[in-house]
């Protein structure tokens, strides 16, 4: 993960400290939803995969039987078909992007495993990401309350002096 780059505070002034910070949570807030967004994908993709190994698995169990399988499959949203299969030597895996290829059944179940397993790890590295930017999110809170209460104690000791000075003529 890129770490958003904070410009140098050393001479700027607590105003622009402040806003700097600011930028630097909202960019935070901004990769957040992101990986958040990609996270929900990832969660919705895995049982998706993890139903097409239940069927490529049954097709299997079924070829050598003579018993066909009957499938009720969505056509399009909301709407359900019912097929009878009868040995089925392939199956037909939709990859997206308008596009949809023809496997044997042992490919399917080598493609659709190695997609499972790869989106389980991007899950586990995703959360890992999550982590790490809610560390990043909080140190940066802690930080600006930090810079505005040593802006707040620097205008009393200010303002203490500027009293001292104005009593003492």
């Known amino acids: 993960m890129k770490l958003i780059e904070l410009p140098s ?10 806003r700097d910070l600011l930028f630097l949570l909202q960019q935070y807030r901004v ?3 992101k990986l958040l967004a990609h996270q929900r994908e990832l969660q919705a993709k895995i049982p998706d ?9 049954t097709l299997q169990a079924k070829k050598g039987t003579g018993e066909a399988v ?5 056509v399009s949203e909301g709407i359900y078909s019912r097929a009878r299969i009868e040995e ?5 895996l939709w990859l997206g992007a308008n596009v949809m290829l023809e496997y044997s059944c042992e490919e399917a179940t080598e493609l659709l495993q190695k997609n499972l397993e790869n989106a ?3 899950l586990e590295v995703l959360v890992a990401d999550l982590q790490f930017l809610r560390d990043q999110v909080t140190i940066t809170q802690v930080t600006i309350a930090r810079v505005y209460n040593w802006d707040v104690h620097q205008r009393r000791l200010r303002q203490a002096a500027a009293a001292t000075t104005t009593s003492e003529t």
């Open 70 to 74: 009957i499938a009720d499959f969505e």
């Open 49 to 57: 995969i993890g139903k097409c190994l239940d069927v490529v698995a």
């Open 88 to 92: 089925a030597d392939s199956v037909c």
């Open 9 to 18: 505070l050393m001479f700027s002034s607590t105003i622009q400290r402040h």
């Open 31 to 33: 990769v957040e939803m």
């Open 120 to 122: 389980k790890a991007s």
